[in-house]
């Protein structure tokens, strides 16, 4: 395995070739023998916390500049992928990192990029991001969360649910409404930290999947932050927020495929060892044709993952398409290869001694968080490429 130094910079197929590699061989010994554990016992995965840690592979999205590994998108990518075909959870602490601090990456003063991004870099606490709310879901602009200015500081009210590792992290990009007359431009941008007085959380979701990755509400009772903790201008935060999701959904694509591939290497090794009527069931047609057609939706999905990431990386003017794309297919492949997947394991697959059923349960939430792909297949068709 390699050391923290190999996880500087991943520019060509080589090094990303070498990237995923390395991070196969972590996240096999160090990560999936605590997979069904960690999903069965509902618990944090914190094994795989310190090895992603250890390796400097935790957010490995953070530039250079604040002490980070400064690796481009698709690395990131493939971080994720790998880490998800064995866990799904755990996948979500380099993926939910990305997410909570690219905010303070795009629109941060370099006083919060110094501040937060190194404490993440250094593996000074994990982070979130709190856009969602009991009744701002797909319509998150309808939030009610409220931020008054007091002087110098401001002060936040409020409830957000379906925060991914709430809890644990010690950081959050919380959206709330600075000017309730202007809807989505009244809204702004804040980091709250944990330790901050009037941060609360409530008890852990009940989830069909991602078990290991706590999923709470946040609660805001009149926390008191510095002004200077605003990320960007006032009113900028809904904008923040939905360019965030334009280069984060390409994560979950990569969290996706990287689940459809567990659930693929999985299968075809039963089949090829499982024998009915006095022959490997893998020699069956009907056997071959379920493989042939989950290789090929996995690769589709894979390819145009990665080409999102390639337009990510370059803030191409299409992203919002090709994220949102990406995203959408890519969970429905998942969807659809980890359930032919327990069909290939029969009985078998139906049960929690074999982890197809695991991930299929994983697979569901692709297609639901960072916009349900409902939502996604709207935003790609009022950003249709030219």
Known sequence: MAGPSDFDLFRTSEEHDMLRDAVRSLAEAKIAPFAAEVDEQGRFPQEARD?????????????????????????????????AR????????????????????????????????????????????????????????????????????????????????????????????TDPDKRSKGISAFVVEKGDEGVSFGAPEK??????????????????????????????????????LDHTRV?????????????????????????????????????????????????????????????????DSDLTFFGAAAKCYASDVAMSVTTDAVQLLGGYGYTRDYPVERMMRDAKITQIYEGTNQVQRIVMARNLPA
Request: with cysteine.
């Open 51 to 83: 090895a992603l840690e250890a390796n400097d592979l935790h957010a490995v999205h953070v530039p250079e500049a604040y002490d980070g590994s400064g690796a481009d998108a698709l690395s990131t990518v493939i971080v994720i992928e790998e880490v």
């Open 86 to 177: 064995v866990c799904a959870s755990s996948s979500l602490i380099p993926a939910v990192n990305k997410l909570g601090s690219l905010p303070v990456q795009l629109s941060g003063s370099e006083e919060l990029k110094t501040r937060y991004l190194g404490a993440l870099a250094r593996k000074e606490g994990m982070f979130s991001y709190a856009l969602s709310e009991p009744e701002a879901g797909s319509d998150a602009a309808g939030m009610k969360t409220r931020a008054v200015r007091d002087g110098d500081f401001y002060v936040l009210n409020g409830v957000k649910r379906w925060i991914t590792n709430a809890g644990v992290s010690d950081f959050y990009t919380v959206m709330a409404v």
């Open 207 to 244: 989830k069909l999947g991602i078990k290991g990755s706590p999923t709470r509400e946040v609660y805001l009772d009149s926390v008191r932050i510095p002004a200077d903790r605003m990320i960007g201008a006032e009113g900028t935060g809904f904008a923040t927020a939905m360019k965030t």
């Open 251 to 315: 994560t979950i694509a990569a969290q996706a495929i990287g689940i459809a591939q567990g659930a693929l290497d999985y299968a075809k090794g039963y089949v090829a060892e499982r024998k009915q009527f006095g022959k490997a069931i893998a020699e069956f047609q009907g056997i071959q044709f379920m493989l042939a057609d989950m290789a090929m939706k996995l690769e589709a999905a894979r390819q145009l993952t990665y080409a999102a990431a390639a337009k990510s990386e370059r803030s």
